[in-house]
Structures are given as structure tokens and as C-alpha cells.
């Protein structure tokens, strides 16, 4: 008999079977259902944080160094007290490495600090206040989309002006426009002359929404005399991003006077490293909650295996008439792993259409999506599900004895 003549029938029967025993089936997929939920829910939570992370550390730059006394990763306590001993990096450093570099299209200084902003009654607290000149602009990635950013000349004078975070506009001006009003901070007034696009929050309370920016000047004169600043460095060509690297460290070493058999006492950072930490993290994270998640199928899978050896016993009898008029071992192996996979697939698209909704809720508070790709995986999950756990008793039911199994009653 032609394989594709085998296959129909197999359809055929498998689905009567499924008809026949609509409760049982129902309650058979239960398992499956819950499995392809949590695992499509799973996948396509992993993949809204990970756009998120990438969303929102894009704009750090793959092309852009930082240098600041404290390196990003830090593995131990020993690390830490030796990095807290070293040197302020200065702005009169900053400006010695704008002078030296020649690998670098611009160069910003950036200091930090917490502070609340207020206009009129409204606030803002615990908002990142970063001063730097007009570079950063380049440096970090900011895209001004109401007004502009300060001038050279605004930068170096520290005039009181500012350029507020989307959600810090959004916070104090809901019902006006931000640019052209004044707000105090550092018990200064100062002029906004520019906001910014929104860029995310996956950084919570550190990200770039939540921050005020200021000119250096203006920064040292409200906050700290003597910032400990960390310098951006914009380089001329992704190409000569290592090129780049090894001149900065020559120049910050210069500059800061180390002796050629001693280590350096500044960290030099980029993005890439930041997505590689992230990345070993996510992935340990998504093995394991695919490994838990992946624990509900499994159970799903032998609630299947469960059922289908019932009705292999039940269905004996039909299986020694259909052997004893010509029918091989791999129509009948064929029709009972057709039977397992369809009721597996079953479940697979009724978990769909309840994790679509729940996804929908999901997009709310995070970009989330179900793409096409997870809803694949989530039907292939499902199928081979099926299918291997259809394996032993379809084969069971193959390796029948025709007039053993039409003697059964």
C-alpha cells in the first residue's frame, strides 16, 4: 500500500478515534495545553527581555569607550578596594585625552549624581543629574526631539540651562511643553532647552528617561568641585574600534603618570563586553526555566502515553481484524503515533490561543510579541511531544500477534 494511501487512512482513523472519545481526548491534552503555554509564555518573555536589554543599551554605542576608575565588572571584594584606591579621573584629563587622541571623533566627560527636580508643585526624586559638554551628544547617543541640546560656548560658560529625560518632562510638564521653563535643581534655575527620545526603561531607574543633563561647569558649581568623571570616547571608524583602545590606554597612562611595569588604574569599557555578561546570564536563566517549564510536558507527554496504551488494550480486537486482512506492522505503528500527534497538536494550537491573550497583557509592561518563530517551536514542541510519546504504544500495538489479539474480547 502506497505510504501517502496509509497516511490518509491513518488520519482518517486517528480522528474518528479522537471523535469517539471527545471527553477523554479533551482531558488528555490538558496536560499538553498547560506545557505549551508556559513554554510559549516563557520563550516569549525571554525574547521581549532581551529586546528590551538591547533597546536600551543601543544607546551606549558600539563605537564609544569608557574610561572611569571602577571598570564595569567587578569579580571580587579585593578588585573593589584596590579600584576605590586609585585616582580620581579628572575633567583636566578628559581634556588631555580630547587633545591627544587621534583615533577619536569626540570626547565627553560625564559626572553623575542623584538629586530632585521640581517645577512649581510638580517633582521628580532620585533623578540622575549627569554633567558634560556638548559632545556628549555624539558620545551618548542621545537624540534631542523637542528643542536642542547646549552649544560649546553654553558648555564651557555653564550657563543654567538643561536638557530633560522623557519621563522626567513627561513627569513635570504633563500638560505643557517642556522647552522654554525653568525648573530648580541643585538650588539653581535652570532653563529647559531640549528632551529627549525615549529610550526605554529596562534600566529601571537608571536609565536614560530618568536623567537630567546639565553643562560640566554648571554641574561642578551646584554639586562637586572635584567630580570623579568618567571620559567617553567616540572613535573615527568602527574598524579601528581596537586600534582606538590600545591609543587610549597609552594616553590615560600618560596622563596619569603609571610606571611602565605597573597596571593600570582605570578600567577601559565598551558595549560588547556588557552584551557578552548579559548574554551568558540570559542564557542560564532561559535553560532553566525551559528546563521547569519543560517539566509540565513531560508530564504532559505521559498522561499521553497513558491513554494511548488504553486504547491500544481497548482496541485490541480491531487492530487483529485489520493485521488478519493484510495490514503491515508500520500501517498499523503509523496510525497510532497519527493518533498520539493529533491530539498533542490539538492541545499545541488550543495553547496557543490561550497564550495569546495572556501575551497581549504580557505587551503592556514589556515588548512583547508571540512571533512567528515561537508559535513554530510551540507546534513543533507539541507534535514531537506526541509523537514520542505515542512511540511505545503504537509499537505495542504493531508488534501484535493477529490471532492472539482476535482472540481478546
Known amino acids: 500500500m502506497n ?26 491534552t490538558l496536560g499538553i495545553i498547560i506545557g505549551i503555554v508556559t513554554v510559549t509564555l516563557m520563550g516569549t518573555a525571554i525574547d521581549a527581555f532581551n529586546r528590551a536589554f538591547l533597546q536600551s543599551v543601543s544607546a551606549i554605542g558600539a563605537d564609544v569607550l569608557f574610561v572611569q576608575r571602577f571598570g564595569w565588572f567587578i569579580d571580587s571584594d579585593e578588585e573593589w578596594v584596590k579600584a576605590e584606591r586609585r585616582p580620581q579621573i579628572t575633567l583636566a584629563q578628559a581634556r588631555e585625552v580630547e587633545r591627544q587622541m587621534t583615533l577619536a571623533q569626540a570626547v565627553a566627560p560625564k559626572a553623575e549624581t542623584r538629586a530632585s527636580v521640581k517645577y512649581k508643585n510638580r517633582s521628580s526624586n532620585m533623578v540622575n543629574v549627569i554633567g558634560t559638554t556638548e559632545q556628549f551628544l555624539l558620545t551618548g547617543g542621545v537624540i534631542v526631539v523637542a528643542g536642542r541640546f547646549f552649544t560649546p560656548g553654553e558648555a564651557d560658560g555653564g550657563r543654567p540651562l538643561c536638557v530633560l529625560g522623557a519621563n522626567v518632562a513627561t513627569n513635570l510638564f504633563p500638560d505643557e511643553p517642556a522647552v522654554g521653563n525653568k525648573i530648580r535643581l541643585g538650588g539653581a534655575a535652570l532653563e529647559v532647552i531640549g528632551v529627549l527620545e525615549k529610550q526605554g526603561e529596562f534600566m529601571g531607574p537608571f536609565s536614560a528617561d530618568n ?20 571620559i567617553q570616547v567616540k572613535v573615527t571608524d568602527l574598524r579601528l574600534l581596537e586600534d582606538a583602545k590600545e591609543e587610549l590606554r597609552g594616553v590615560m597612562r600618560k596622563i596619569r603618570h603609571v610606571a611602565p611595569a605597573d597596571e593600570d588604574n582605570f578600567g577601559i569599557d ?63 505503528l503509523l496510525q497510532f503515533l497519527i493518533e498520539a500527534a493529533s491530539i498533542c497538536l490539538l492541545g499545541g494550537l488550543l495553547g496557543l490561543a490561550i497564550a495569546w ?13 508571540m512571533s512567528p518563530f515561537v508559535v513554530a517551536i510551540a507546534l513543533l514542541v507539541s507534535l514531537l511531544t506526541g509523537v514520542v510519546s505515542g512511540f511505545f504504544p503504537a509499537w505495542r500495538a504493531a508488534r501484535m500477534n493477529p490471532v492472539d489479539a482476535l482472540r481478546n474480547e
Open 3 to 28: 505510504f501517502f494511501v496509509e497516511l490518509k487512512e491513518g488520519l482518517g482513523i486517528s480522528w474518528d478515534a479522537i471523535r469517539a472519545n471527545k471527553l477523554r481526548s479533551g482531558l488528555t
Open 211 to 230: 536623567e537630567v543633563i546639565i553643562p560640566m561647569q554648571q554641574f561642578i558649581t551646584s554639586f562637586f568641585a572635584q567630580p570623579d568623571v568618567q
Open 270 to 332: 565598551q558595549q560588547e563586553m556588557f552584551i557578552k555578561l548579559f548574554n551568558r546570564v540570559a542564557g542560564r536563566i532561559a535553560a532553566v526555566g525551559f528546563f521547569i517549564t519543560g517539566l509540565s510536558l513531560f508530564v504532559g507527554g505521559i498522561g499521553i502515553m497513558n491513554i494511548m496504551f488504553v486504547s491500544v488494550a481497548e482496541r485490541t480486537r480491531e487492530i487483529g481484524i485489520r493485521k488478519a486482512i493484510g495490514a503491515k506492522r508500520r500501517t498499523i
Open 357 to 369: 491573550p495572556l501575551t497581549l497583557v504580557m505587551g503592556r509592561f514589556m515588548p512583547a510579541r
